[in-house]
């Protein structure tokens, strides 16, 4: 049974499992947020020194309607249900359209006396790498032909989120020095830079700063890993609202900067 409240992970609908399903409620959670604080002077308040979002649980809870006596039957959707959660991946709910949350853990629920065939049951998706709702198309612009410059990029979201970039050497010389920095309210929130590094990047290779599925950032040029020379900030952060994504190379190239919008 198709319903009006939808659930998809892995690219899987949760009511599509079995017709028997009914998803009750959707809780998409907060962030939880670990704060460090020290005692300020003069005997009163504290001063925030660091804080850190850790995890995002998404609480998903559904019944299924078939009578107690069939037994078997609630048995056999129950399990098919815990098979669809355990494959992870990204989770998606249709009253967030165009947003999804990469989950890490699941945490399913004990079947309890199935004969009770009033019982619901809860599945908490749990995110560790990545603690926020994200758009789920990126926020890309690109300056073609050019040795230096910027482009500006207009993130959605309500937090902090890292920023992707690609550049195409097409000139006919190697690069072997390339800078990258992000200005948010004319100041500067985040700088890479890459300082001779080998091998040197050849006429229409590509040299990338990107971040894998868990969120670790990536430097690679023509193929090769770079990660050793970068210098600077341990990663390039956009926040919500305009950023100018600035770039500096010896040769001309072509010049991308993506990312994709966060929320709390």
């Known amino acids: 049974m198709i319903l009006s409240r939808r659930v998809r992970l892995h690219n899987d609908q949760l009511d599509e499992i079995h017709e028997a399903i ?69 989770l998606e709910i249709s009253e967030m359209p165009n947003r999804k949350v990469l989950i890490d853990h699941v945490e399913v629920p004990t079947s309890r006396d199935l004969w009770d065939w009033t019982a619901e049951f809860t599945i908490t998706f749990r995110a560790y790498a990545i603690p926020f709702w994200q758009d789920d198309a990126e926020t890309i612009q690109t300056r073609y032909s050019a040795s230096s410059g910027y482009v500006l990029l207009n993130m959605g979201g309500t937090v902090d989120t890292v920023c992707n970039i690609n550049f195409e050497n097409i000139s006919g010389a190697t690069i072997n020095n390339f800078r990258v920095w992000i200005e948010h309210d004319n100041e500067t929130t985040s700088s890479i830079s890459l300082t001779n590094f080998l091998p040197p990047l050849g006429g229409r290779a590509t040299l990338s700063i990107s971040h894998d599925a868990s969120g670790l ?35 001309a190239g072509h010049f991308s900067a993506y990312g994709w919008g966060r929320y709390v």
Request: positive net charge; aromatic residues 8%.
């Open 22 to 90: 009914v998803i009750r409620s959707v809780d998409i959670g907060t962030p939880k947020e670990a704060i460090q604080a020290v005692d300020k002077m003069g005997g009163y308040g504290q001063r925030v020194t660091s804080k850190r979002y850790q995890t995002l649980d998404v609480a998903v809870t559904y019944a299924i309607n078939l009578p107690k006596r069939e037994l078997v039957a609630r048995r056999q959707v129950f399990d098919a249900v815990n098979a669809w959660a355990m494959k992870k991946g990204w």
């Open 217 to 251: 950032v990536r430097v690679v040029g023509g193929g090769q890993n770079l990660y050793s020379y970068m210098g600077g900030s341990d990663d390039l952060i956009l926040k919500p609202g305009v950023n100018k994504v600035n770039f500096n190379s010896a040769r």
